[in-house]
């Protein structure tokens, strides 16, 4: 499994993942993850992309992280999951509690827009 | 005798040894013989997600971990449907009788236990029998419009 930051313009960090997240991919990215998340701001965007597969987990690496990110008032986003994915997000209800995003400028736009009620 | 030769279900299998490796030489395995038979990526991709979780629940509850113990994992590739096929030595246990999990939520302590959920959602049946030796997990996967075989390239 690879792994590749980037910061994008309003400070998002941007964590690019590709191959399979099963158990070894998780072993494979725990620690740059970890870190990435940690010297990151408040607002993390995992791309899915090139995600081939997720499975159990996967989702509890996803979900750990976007424990640690609401803990400090931050949030994490998934963008444009493949349609596998997509469907383990749906049934598992993370795309309930971590919002999904078509790709990097939809998750921009709603980082942009007002709260609901504001 | 029959003039008419109807072509039987090819099956074919891999025995793992429960421990790290199994995961992913299960996976290597699927994925090799999907493509052998040609089935469409879309299939491919669901059942390789079942067997990861069917396989990772014998290892983690069915044999509580302990490593050595061999597992198949059979692939039967029929004319209308995909049976995977996962048969361990493990003291009976049929992860279908756990209770659903409910969705997840961002509070809960609770971290995991969605492979069933998982699996439920993307096989069309589940069977589970106990043999004389442990348990056999049937999982059935129909070749329909949506997950048919690849086109011929």
Known sequence: MQLHTNRLADGTELVLLAGRLDSAGVASIEAPLSAAIAAGGSRVLVDLSQVSFLASIGIRALLTHARTLARRGGSLGLVGPRAVVAEVLDVTGIAKIIPVFADVEAASAASKAPAPGS | ?153
């Open chain 2, 1 to 153: 005798m029959s003039g008419v030769r109807r072509e039987a279900p090819h099956a074919s299998s891999i025995v793992v040894r429960a421990g790290p490796e199994a995961l992913s030489r299960v996976a290597d395995w699927i994925r090799a013989r999907g493509d052998a038979h040609a089935l469409a990526p879309a299939l491919l991709d669901r059942i390789d997600v079942c067997a990861a979780e069917l396989v990772a629940n014998v290892l983690e509850h069915g044999l509580g971990g302990a490593a050595g113990a061999p597992v198949r994992v059979a692939l039967i590739v029929g004319e209308a449907r995909v049976q995977l096929v996962i048969d361990d030595e493990a003291p009976a246990f049929d992860p279908l009788r756990r209770a659903p999990r409910a969705s997840a939520r961002m509070d809960e302590s609770r971290v995991g236990g969605w492979g069933i959920a998982i699996v439920r959602h993307f096989a069309h049946e589940l069977d589970y029998a106990r043999t004389p030796n442990g348990n056999r997990l049937t999982a059935t996967f129909l070749l329909d419009a949506g997950t048919a075989r690849a086109a011929p390239r």
